[in-house]
């Protein structure tokens, strides 16, 4: 350990930039959630106001934009966490080579931007016959007329969570597989002698037990990534609100209220509640992988 | 048993194999897509049935992407410049003071540092994208709207890097900063010349990670800049992208694989150093 010097002076910069453009922000969302602002006008300190306007009086949030995030991220969420491990877990009894290949394979929808999966998942999703699954769908004949994916209720929300999941092996999927790399292969053995039979008891007794701090880093991970994701509903329907609210979630209601209604404190206010949710999951993480 | 990263390929890979390549060519076949959607001459992006191949590969959208943005008001050429100066400086800055940061995180001793990783670690689950209102707010009242500073400062500060940076700078042991001070190495002494050495796999990680956040990033250029001369190429691609048609479809690839292929070869070139940090990424 180092005992002298200036360990302030080494972190100033970083500190600086973090309390600016981090803490600060957390600080306004937080402050303004309790007035009444348009942008124009100063803010007038309102109370509670919005948070009871926005569980009591916002009908679009208790209707869809509630129900749709719950929904959208318990399966983005913990649903491509355990995905994510999943591969990771099969990736890493392959050899070198054709793990890296894959495993490039899987991590590469991470390294597409939100533009190009726009680009791409719309052309798949076309309302016409020149969409490729209304081409497909019509050419055997499952259906005669085109459906207009990207427009009808039914149908965005599954699309949004399945575009998610494609994106969803990032960087918790990278630590996970180095993590069940890590895994000392001693322990399987003296697994197995202690009678843990199928693998499916190794995954639980060994594998998991052994790298839970990886676990928790890939939770956390996974959870700001099915949050982020949350702009995948505007970024392929083009709109916001997307069609019949169907894929609206509390990112796009936030975007809604703050940059198109200019009610700012009410927006606010849904941001504060959803990084309450967001602390909800990363908390419930912290619980399940707990390294003790 | 689980045997994990066995030497070469045995018949009891065989299960794994039949459901990984399934799984993996629906992870890469929309990007396989971009790619041939992208070279696709007109008649073959307006053909019905559409095909999922191009037959006459032709540089049509490219030079598409380039005639529209030569008409606009802003040549591309410009979006170019600022999106590189803005990753170029974006990434060093974020290297430079993550490594600090994670220097003194882990080696040196001062009243507040449990508490300082905890904070950043509970900042793992910021989502800049819950909070827009607030971070334009904070631009606008530091005055640096429609500057370059707009595009790089929100950006710099990113918790998830100076956390992977300390975890490896954990591994390096604490007897070589022992000796160096006994030579009287000072602090930056140990920082240049030892720890930065010892962790470039995690540097390269922070970079690589840095990079993708800026590369992509449509968010600064969208909330904090007006002007059109300062705004970076993803904006550029996201309002082509946005103005639709079959057309605009095939110049919205083209342009989705320029902002690709550099993220993809910057990770081929990096993937194994981005393995060795992440081996060091436990969160406790």
Do not use: C
């Amino acid at each position: 350990m180092y005992r002298k010097g200036s360990p302030y002076l080494f972190l100033a910069p970083y500190l600086i930039l973090f309390f600016v453009f981090i803490v600060v922000p957390v600080a306004i969302a937080v402050g303004l959630s309790f007035t009444n602002f348009d942008a124009i006008q100063r803010p007038q300190f309102v109370g509670l106001l919005n948070y009871v306007n926005l569980f009591t009086q916002d009908l679009i949030f208790l209707q869809h934009v509630l129900p749709n995030t719950i929904i959208f991220s318990m399966i983005v969420g913990p649903g491509g966490f355990a995905l994510a491990f999943f591969v990771a877990w099969s990736l890493s009894q392959l050899s070198k080579g054709p793990r890296t290949v894959m495993a490039l394979l899987m991590f590469s929808p991470s390294l597409t931007t939100g533009v190009a999966i726009g680009v791409v998942w719309r052309i798949i999703f076309l309302g016409n016959p020149q969409g490729h699954l209304n081409a497909f769908l019509l050419n055997w004949g499952f259906i005669t007329d085109p459906i207009n994916f990207l427009a009808n209720a039914t149908f965005i929300m599954p699309i949004v969570i399945v575009v998610a999941l494609w994106s969803s092996m990032g960087v918790g999927f990278l630590a996970m597989l180095a993590g069940v790399l890590n895994v000392n292969p001693e322990l399987y053995e003296a697994a197995s002698i202690d009678g843990v039979k199928s693998r499916l008891q190794e995954v639980f007794y060994v594998t998991i037990p052994s790298m839970k701090p990886q676990m928790l880093f890939a939770a956390v991970m996974s959870i700001v990534g099915a949050f982020q994701a949350g702009t995948i509903g505007v970024v392929l329907t083009l709109s916001n609100p997307t069609p019949h609210y169907a894929a609206q979630l509390m990112v796009n209601h936030i975007e809604d209220y703050g940059f198109i209604r200019f009610e700012m404190g009410f927006a606010s206010a849904v941001s504060v509640v959803l990084l309450g949710i967001i602390y909800g999951f990363s908390a419930t993480s912290r619980k399940l992988f707990k390294d003790d | 048993m689980t045997k994990t990263n066995p030497k070469g390929f045995a018949k009891n890979q065989i299960p794994l194999y039949l459901y990984l390549i399934p799984l993996a060519i629906f992870m890469a076949a929309p990007i396989v897509f971009i790619i041939f959607h992208a070279f696709k001459p007109m008649d073959e992006l307006f053909m019905f049935p559409p095909r999922f191949l191009v037959y006459r590969p032709t540089m049509e959208n490219f030079n598409a992407l380039f005639r529209v943005a030569a008409g606009a008001t802003v040549p591309v050429s410009r979006y170019v410049f600022n999106s590189v100066v803005v990753t170029l400086a974006v990434v060093f800055s974020t290297v430079v003071t993550a490594s600090m940061a994670g220097f003194a995180l882990s080696k040196m001793h001062f009243r507040g540092k449990i508490a300082l990783f905890t904070i950043n670690n509970l900042a793992l689950m910021f989502v800049p994208v819950a909070l827009q209102i607030p971070r334009y707010m904070t631009v606008a009242a530091i005055g640096i709207e429609n500057t370059y500073f707009a595009h790089i400062l929100p950006i710099v500060a990113t918790p998830v890097i100076v956390f992977l940076i300390k975890q490896f700078m954990d591994q390096v042991p604490d007897s070589l900063i022992e000796a160096a001070t006994v030579d009287g190495a000072g602090a930056w002494r140990i920082y240049l010349g030892i720890m930065i050495p010892m962790v470039r796999p995690a540097l390269a990680t922070g970079a690589i990670l840095s990079f993708q956040m800026v590369w992509n990033n449509i968010e600064t250029s969208a909330l904090f800049t007006t002007s059109e001369s300062i705004r970076t190429l993803p904006f550029y691609m996201s309002t082509l992208a946005a103005a639709g048609g079959i057309a605009g479809q095939g110049m919205a690839a083209a342009a989705s694989l320029i902002m690709f292929v550099p993220n993809l070869l910057l990770f081929i070139v990096m993937q194994s150093r981005v393995m060795n940090t992440m081996a060091h990424s436990g969160l406790k």
